[in-house]
C-alpha cells in the first residue's frame, strides 16, 4: 500500500538515490522496483534484535549520512531509529508520541483518516510538498521468479484450465482468517464446476491449512512454506482469480490487477482493502466490527457465517465481468 507514494517520492526527487529500509519479510516487493535504488534489511529477529541490535542499526545508518528520512511507517521505533541516526530531514505523521523527534511533522487531516491507506501516505508526501503521482499500486516481479513460475504452472497445469489461488493464511492472527475447511469445500466446489486448478500460497505458519486444502481435490499445487516472496507474487501473476484473506499476499494479488474475493472480517476493507477495480469484497456485517482483534473473543460468526456459497458467487461475478 505504500506504493504508490514510494513511487511519488521517486517522481518528484528524480536525481536521488532512494533507499528503502524493510523488515526482511517484505523486501521482495520493493527489490525490482524502479523506484527505489537500494534495499536495506532491518532485521528485528536477526542482527538488529534488542537494544543492541537496533543501536547497531542506527549506526548503519549514521555511517550512510543519509540527507533525509520520509517515514512511511507509524510507528514510534521508526521515528527514534531515524533520530538515532542523526539524519538531518526527519518527516512522517505527528503521531504515537513521534513529534519530539521528527524535524517536520506533518498533522493527519481529518478527512484522510476514513479513507484507504494509500492516500493516507499519499497525502503525507502532498503535505510535505510533493506533487502526488497516480494513487495505484505498483509491483515488478522478479524476472527469475516470473521464469520458476512460468515453468511451474505449465507444469502443474498444461491444459491450462483457470487457475485459482487460495491464500488461508493472515499474520495478524486467526479473527483474519475464513476457516481451512471452508477453502477446501471452496476447493472441491471449484475443482469440480470449473475444473480449476488449486495453488495453495502461505508461509510454513499455514502448512496444517494448505494439507487440508490438498486433501479435498484430486490435484493442488500445495505452495505453503515452499516459496520467497518474490515466487508467491510471480505465481499469484499465474491465477486467473484468487481467494484471500486480509493479508499481504491479497495487496500483491491487487497490485497484479488479479481478479480476486477478498474476506473480511475483523478488520475494515474501507482502509485496508484490496485496492483494485477486479474484486469482490466477501463479508458478513455485525455490530462488532470492525474490531481488529487478533483473536474473536465472542463467537466468530462474522467469519464462520461466511458459507462457500458466498464466495463462489463473488467468483461467478468476476467471471462474467471477463467474459
Same mark, same amino acid.
Given at each position: 500500500?505504500?506504493?504508490?507514494?514510494?513511487?511519488?517520492?521517486?517522481?518528484?526527487?528524480?536525481?536521488?538515490?532512494?533507499?528503502?529500509?524493510?523488515?526482511?519479510?517484505?523486501?521482495?516487493?520493493?527489490?525490482?522496483?524502479?523506484?527505489?535504488?537500494?534495499?536495506?534489511?532491518?532485521?528485528?529477529?536477526?542482527?538488529?534484535?534488542?537494544?543492541?541490535?537496533?543501536?547497531?542499526?542506527?549506526?548503519?545508518?549514521?555511517?550512510?549520512?543519509?540527507?533525509?528520512?520520509?517515514?512511511? &511507517?507509524?510507528?514510534?521505533?521508526?521515528?527514534?531509529?531515524?533520530?538515532?541516526?542523526?539524519?538531518?530531514?526527519?518527516?512522517?505523521?505527528?503521531?504515537?508520541?513521534?513529534?519530539?523527534?521528527?524535524?517536520?511533522?506533518?498533522?493527519?487531516?481529518?478527512?484522510?483518516?476514513?479513507?484507504? &491507506?494509500?492516500?493516507?501516505?499519499?497525502?503525507?508526501?502532498? &503535505?510535505?510538498?510533493?506533487?502526488?503521482?497516480?494513487?495505484?499500486?505498483?509491483?515488478?516481479?522478479?524476472?527469475?521468479?516470473?521464469?520458476?513460475?512460468?515453468?511451474?504452472?505449465?507444469?502443474?497445469?498444461?491444459?491450462?484450465?483457470?487457475?485459482?489461488?487460495?491464500?488461508?493464511?493472515?499474520?495478524?492472527?486467526?479473527?483474519?482468517?475464513?476457516?481451512?475447511?471452508?477453502?477446501?469445500?471452496?476447493?472441491?466446489?471449484?475443482?469440480?464446476?470449473?475444473?480449476?486448478?488449486?495453488?495453495?500460497?502461505?508461509?510454513?505458519?499455514?502448512?496444517?491449512?494448505?494439507?487440508?486444502?490438498?486433501?479435498?481435490?484430486?490435484?493442488?499445487?500445495?505452495?505453503?512454506?515452499?516459496?520467497?516472496?518474490?515466487?508467491?507474487?510471480?505465481?499469484?501473476?499465474?491465477?486467473?482469480?484468487?481467494?484471500?484473506?486480509?493479508?499481504?499476499?491479497?495487496?500483491?494479488?491487487?497490485?497484479?490487477?488479479?481478479?480476486?474475493?477478498?474476506?473480511?472480517?475483523?478488520?475494515?476493507?474501507?482502509?485496508?482493502?484490496?485496492?483494485?477495480?477486479?474484486?469482490?469484497?466477501?463479508?458478513?456485517?455485525?455490530?462488532? &466490527?470492525?474490531?481488529?482483534?487478533?483473536?474473536?473473543?465472542?463467537?466468530?460468526?462474522?467469519?464462520?457465517?461466511?458459507?462457500?456459497?458466498?464466495?463462489?458467487?463473488?467468483?461467478?461475478?468476476?467471471?462474467?465481468?471477463?467474459?
Amino acid at each position: 500500500m505504500t506504493t504508490p507514494a514510494v513511487r511519488t517520492i521517486r517522481e518528484n526527487f528524480p536525481g536521488a538515490r532512494i533507499t528503502i529500509l524493510c523488515y526482511p519479510w517484505v523486501a521482495d516487493i520493493f527489490r525490482s522496483s524502479p523506484h527505489v535504488d537500494e534495499v536495506m534489511i532491518f532485521d528485528p529477529k536477526g542482527s538488529h534484535g534488542g537494544i543492541a541490535g537496533l543501536l547497531r542499526l542506527t549506526g548503519e545508518l549514521r555511517q550512510r549520512r543519509f540527507d533525509v528520512a520520509i517515514l512511511l &511507517q507509524n510507528a514510534f521505533k521508526a521515528a527514534l531509529i531515524t533520530f538515532l541516526a542523526r539524519i538531518p530531514f526527519r518527516a512522517g505523521y505527528s503521531r504515537d508520541g513521534r513529534r519530539p523527534l521528527l524535524t517536520h511533522a506533518v498533522r493527519i487531516a481529518p478527512e484522510i483518516r476514513g479513507v484507504h &491507506q494509500v492516500h493516507y501516505y499519499q497525502d503525507l508526501c502532498r &503535505q510535505l510538498g510533493m506533487a502526488s503521482g497516480p494513487d495505484e499500486l505498483f509491483l515488478k516481479p522478479d524476472p527469475g521468479a516470473v521464469a520458476w513460475a512460468a515453468a511451474e504452472a505449465e507444469r502443474f497445469n498444461p491444459g491450462r484450465s483457470p487457475l485459482v489461488g487460495l491464500n488461508p493464511g493472515a499474520a495478524y492472527g486467526p479473527a483474519k482468517r475464513w476457516p481451512a475447511e471452508s477453502y477446501a469445500a471452496l476447493a472441491a466446489r471449484m475443482a469440480a464446476e470449473f475444473n480449476a486448478g488449486i495453488v495453495v500460497f502461505g508461509t510454513g505458519a499455514d502448512r496444517e491449512a494448505g494439507a487440508v486444502i490438498s486433501a479435498a481435490v484430486d490435484d493442488c499445487l500445495d505452495l505453503t512454506g515452499r516459496t520467497s516472496l518474490a515466487q508467491a507474487i510471480a505465481m499469484i501473476a499465474q491465477c486467473d482469480f484468487f481467494v484471500t484473506n486480509d493479508s499481504g499476499l491479497m495487496h500483491v494479488a491487487a497490485a497484479l490487477k488479479v481478479p480476486m474475493a477478498a474476506i473480511f472480517a475483523s478488520t475494515d476493507p474501507v482502509a485496508t482493502g484490496p485496492f483494485a477495480e477486479k474484486v469482490r469484497i466477501v463479508r458478513r456485517e455485525f455490530d462488532c &466490527q470492525p474490531c481488529f482483534a487478533t483473536e474473536c473473543g465472542r463467537d466468530f460468526r462474522c467469519m464462520t457465517s461466511i458459507g462457500v456459497d458466498d464466495v463462489v458467487t463473488a467468483l461467478d461475478e468476476l467471471m462474467a465481468e471477463g467474459d
